[in-house]
Each structure stands twice: as structure tokens, then as C-alpha cells.
């Protein structure tokens, strides 16, 4: 596989980021810090009207995602922003449709926690280890993650990648002209 260049434009195809997008990036040690915001229009979560701007919410922590080599761990500022509805008048903070539930890591970041952990043998030390989180946040998004699918049985969420890529492997998926 080819290393992902680490400039703007082609970093951004690869980050499962939208509708927000790669405004800046700074490297601090071992780490890369990734920086993000919308401006698409701020719709009210409760009546679907445009909504005004009213500033960002103040500096939150950062989420964690999945490591982009040859960086130790990857993280991502989200900037917020605060929207006031015209139509209903309610104060709203924009939704961040990457983030795992209330945890501090990105949904690509808590899928991928899940299938290190569902292989055999594994264990939430290594996992922790590999992907440089706190144990503590392994198994907390492990947990929830698990608790996820079993409320959305019979529709579950974690996919079999491993099964999936043998059965592609067998038979690729002929061109469509
Ligand atoms: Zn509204």
C-alpha cells in the first residue's frame, strides 16, 4: 500500500470526514493533529430551517482516530459551531456525524477498536497498544460499540471484513463498462 501523502488536498479523499473538512494540520512529536470545520449551511435539528451562525463552541477535546503512518496517533479537532434558529429560536451545536456516540474517537476509530477485538486472541491491552489509546477508552467503546449492535439485531453494524475479502479474493468483482 502507498504511503498517504500528508498535504491537504490528498489527505482529505482518504479521511471519512464529511460534510467537514481539513483546514489545517500540525505535527507535535510522534503525533498529527488534524483540523477540521463545516461550511455548509446549519440546518435547526428540529424544524430542518437554515440556521444562523453564532460562533464556534469553545475548544473541546480532540477525537482520536486512526493512526496515519508514520505517526504514533492521529487526532482531530473538530471546530463546532453554534447555530441559533430563526423559525423556533433553539441554540443548537452542530452535529458531528463522525463521532463515536459522546466518546472522543471517530467512528472509523471505534469499528476498527471492534474488529481488532473480535480476532482471535485478542485482547484490549494489544489493541490499546497498536492503535495508542487508553485501555480504559478500548473497552468503553468496545462495549458500547457491542451494546450498538445488539439493539439494532436483526440489522448488525460490524461487518466481517476478514470473510468478506476471501470471498472478493475468490471471485473480483468483474468491471462494469
Ligand atoms: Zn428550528
Not at 500528508?6 to 471519512?16: F, T, V
Not at 440556521?51 to 482520536?64: D, E
Not at 463522525?98 to 484490549?124: E, G, W, Y
Request: proline share 8%.
Amino acid at each position: 500500500m502507498q504511503p498517504i501523502e500528508l498535504q491537504d488536498q490528498n489527505i482529505s479523499i482518504h479521511l471519512p470526514c464529511k460534510p467537514f473538512r481539513l483546514t489545517s494540520q500540525k505535527i507535535l512529536g510522534k503525533d498529527i493533529h488534524l483540523y477540521f470545520s463545516c461550511t455548509e449551511e446549519l440546518v435547526c435539528p428540529e424544524c430542518g430551517s437554515v440556521a444562523g451562525n453564532h460562533g464556534y463552541r469553545p475548544g473541546k477535546k480532540a477525537l482520536s482516530a486512526e493512526p496515519i503512518p508514520p505517526y504514533r496517533r492521529t487526532y482531530w479537532h473538530v471546530a463546532k459551531r453554534k447555530g441559533l434558529c430563526p423559525s423556533c429560536g433553539l441554540m443548537f451545536t452542530e452535529s458531528v456525524p463522525f463521532q463515536f456516540k459522546a466518546r472522543h474517537v471517530t467512528l472509523d476509530l471505534a469499528s476498527k477498536i471492534c474488529t481488532m477485538m473480535d480476532a482471535p486472541n485478542a485482547n484490549i491491552r494489544t489493541t490499546a497498544k497498536i492503535l495508542g489509546l487508553k485501555e480504559d477508552m478500548v473497552r468503553r467503546v468496545h462495549k458500547e460499540y457491542l451494546l450498538e449492535v445488539e439493539a439494532n439485531i436483526p440489522q448488525p453494524v460490524i461487518h466481517n471484513w476478514s470473510k468478506d475479502s476471501m470471498i472478493r479474493n475468490q471471485s473480483p468483482p468483474k468491471e462494469q463498462v
